[in-house]
């Protein structure tokens, strides 16, 4: 075989477009192999002795130019990451190009080698790859929103719940006030000693029926996630506040133990009492039968030790090793979970409760609003069989990483 022969058949045969253009000549097409002709649509017959003006449109003509002329000025190889021709057959083909100048030594000409990748496949999957991921944000935030609404939801249901022990819990001051608008509405003598005590209670009674409906009204709003450092025997104060009338109203003992200096939690005051509002309603609730019903919420800090992944209950999965968290238990003496109820206790709409007195978005609600804290939730049975505890364990510190994930962690729960 002639060596001129044999370079033919090899230039034929490689995987990539190799063209050549005689800058000496007008940059006419001097090369054009078979994978050249695959790409551009063009037989080689067609492209020697023609340049760039005769096979491409203006526009790509004067780029293709303006990139040899680079070449040769450069006098070295030359990158470029993408360039589109128009085809007949195929529409818009994207190349991944090298070009070099080579010096004929037969002829003393300047030539602008090339060598062509077609990359339109990877380009046209990346386009898919950008628009599915754009629908993918796009379902994410709806998914989101749509999350929110169902916490709001929620809310208010639970808000309807309190509604009638908050107005109860609000007479009393209400009539602390009114008593003693009563007294001083008689005349007021300077002398009389009890007057500076019945402004000091009025004036406490006015406090607390602001502090009920305050705490009320904020419980009640809507806004997106904001975590603030918290202190939670705080939340559980605001809690206890809102739920009193029903601790009241069926005689519970509530029993709070919690660990000097704990550390502060990172919480939505507002969303975060939702989920411990319902915990504390559902545990009344299992209670109703007890003839003594108590209530223990116990909170203390620990070190994650042994990170529990892939298994049953995975109640660390959530967190690394090393990691401070905040553990809060509730735990009632009521009647207990049924064991056929325990691996349904978190799915939506199902609920224990007769028909009318519950939706069954409560518990996977609260589940949802600790995990958007970077939480866990967890309930189950009391080891010595006499009640159930719900456990929550919560960060000491926000983890930046988990929160840009879903846009933050909004984006990272399950339905």
Do not use: C
Request: no cysteine; proline share 3%.
């Amino acid at each position: 075989m002639q060596k001129q022969s044999l370079v033919e058949s090899v230039l034929d045969n490689l995987p990539v477009a190799v063209f050549a253009k005689d800058a000496t000549d007008d940059f006419k097409f001097v090369l054009w192999n078979k994978k050249q002709e695959e790409i551009t649509s063009l037989r080689a017959v067609k492209a020697l002795g023609n340049d760039d003006y005769d096979l491409f449109s203006e526009e790509s003509a004067n780029y293709f130019r303006s990139v040899d002329k680079a070449v040769l000025k450069r006098g070295k190889l030359l990158k470029v990451p993408e360039e589109i021709i128009d085809t007949k057959h195929r529409g818009e083909v994207h190349l991944r190009t090298v070009k070099l100048p080579v010096k004929d030594e037969k002829t003393g000409h300047d030539l602008v080698v090339g060598i062509s990748e077609d990359i339109t496949e990877q380009v046209q999957s990346l386009r898919q790859l950008e628009h599915l991921n754009k629908n993918l944000v796009k379902t994410n935030k709806e998914l989101a929103d749509t999350q929110m609404q169902l916490i709001q939801a929620e809310k208010l249901e639970s808000i309807g719940r309190l509604a009638a022990g908050v107005a109860h819990e609000v007479k009393n001051p209400l009539a602390m006030i009114l008593l003693g608008v009563d007294y001083l509405s008689r005349g007021i003598d300077p002398d009389d000693g009890n007057v500076e005590t019945i402004l000091t209670q009025m004036r406490e009674a006015v406090e607390r029926a602001d502090r009920i409906v305050r705490g009320l009204v904020d419980f009640s709003s809507q806004r997106a996630l904001s975590r603030e450092p918290v202190k939670l025997d705080l939340v559980i104060e605001e809690v206890l506040l809102l739920v009193r009338h029903e601790l009241t109203r069926t005689t519970t003992n509530v029993v709070i133990d919690i660990e000097d200096n704990l550390p502060h939690v990172f919480l939505d005051m507002s969303k975060f009492e939702q989920v411990m509002i319902n915990l504390v309603i559902n545990a009344v609730h299992a209670m109703h039968d007890t003839p003594r019903g108590e209530l223990l919420i116990r909170g203390r800090s620990e070190r994650i030790k042994d990170v529990i992944k892939n298994q049953g209950a995975r109640k660390f999965e959530v967190f690394r090793e090393g990691d401070r968290v905040v553990i809060l238990d509730i735990i009632d003496n009521g009647s207990g979970i049924e064991k056929g109820d325990v691996s349904r206790l978190f799915d939506p709409f199902f609920t224990t409760k007769a028909t009318g007195h519950g939706t069954g978005l409560g518990l996977s609600v609260a589940k949802k609003i600790v995990a958007l804290h970077g939480g866990n939730l967890t309930l189950e049975n009391r080891e010595d069989g006499k009640g159930a505890r719900a456990r929550l364990i919560l960060p000491t510190e926000i983890d930046t990483g988990k929160v840009s994930l879903v846009p933050k962690l909004l984006k990272e729960i399950d339905t």
